[in-house]
Antibody
């Protein structure tokens, strides 16, 4: 069964750039049936969608983050990445990667999630 | 952006209770509505997709209904493992948006 795992630094300084990678096990990101996304959750708060990428490389970003975010495919079919620049304390959150399913009837639901990685922005 | 509004924001309930959580979209989203359960320290887990389809492995005491702008998540006979936070999410267009969450606590 396909699983996702986020990796990257847990502590980043303000104004720096965060780079996270999502690794897919028992599957591939090259399938046309899925999109691949990033979602974050600040401490004690709700879920915020960051952006999504398709196997073709086409991306969708949250308008409030679009100037600072880049989502890209990895060099292998097992990874995709998130870069978020000009960090502030407001970017402190748990970051999740997730799969959006375009399979018939799924209506782009996020059916597989990674466990999340906690990122703290602090000097 | 499509705004998703859940109610209530929190509630207290007892094991065995029947529970209903509502979610309203700021514009029609057809049936592009999903429900997730999140327990502390863990990732969200898909419960219901396309407004009313039960994700594999999810107990049948969970059900969803609605279309357009108004949706509900119902839990019949609440179990101890159901105490969690529930989120609705629209997948009709981008940016994807979530409701603010409904925290279900033990009475």
């Amino acid at each position: 069964q396909l699983q996702l795992q986020e990796s990257g630094p847990r502590l980043v300084k303000p104004s720096e750039t965060l780079s996270l990678t999502c690794t897919v096990s028992d599957g591939s990101i090259s399938s046309r049936s899925f999109y691949w996304g990033w979602i974050r959750q600040p401490p004690g708060k709700g879920l915020e969608w960051i952006g999504t990428i398709y196997y073709s490389g086409y991306t969708y970003y949250h308008p409030s983050l679009e100037s600072r975010v880049t989502i890209s495919l990895g060099t292998s079919e097992k990874q995709f990445s998130l870069r978020l620049s000009s960090l502030t304390a407001a970017d402190t959150a748990v970051y999740y990667c997730a799969r959006e399913s375009t399979r018939p009837g799924y209506f782009y639901a996020m059916d597989v999630w990674g466990p999340g990685t906690t990122v703290t922005v602090s000097s | 952006d499509i705004q998703m509004t859940q109610s209530p924001s929190s509630l207290s309930a007892s094991v065995g209770d029947r529970l209903t959580i509502t979610c309203r979209a700021s514009q029609s989203i057809g049936r592009y509505l999903n429900w997730y359960q999140q327990k502390p320290g863990t990732a969200p887990n898909l419960l219901i997709y396309a407004a009313s389809s039960l994700q594999g492995g999810v107990p049948p005491r969970f059900s969803g209904s609605g279309s357009g702008t108004d949706f509900t998540l119902t839990i019949t006979s609440l179990q101890p493992e159901d105490f969690a936070t529930y989120y609705c999410q629209q997948s009709y267009n981008y940016p994807r948006t979530f409701g603010q969450g409904t925290k279900v606590e033990i009475k």
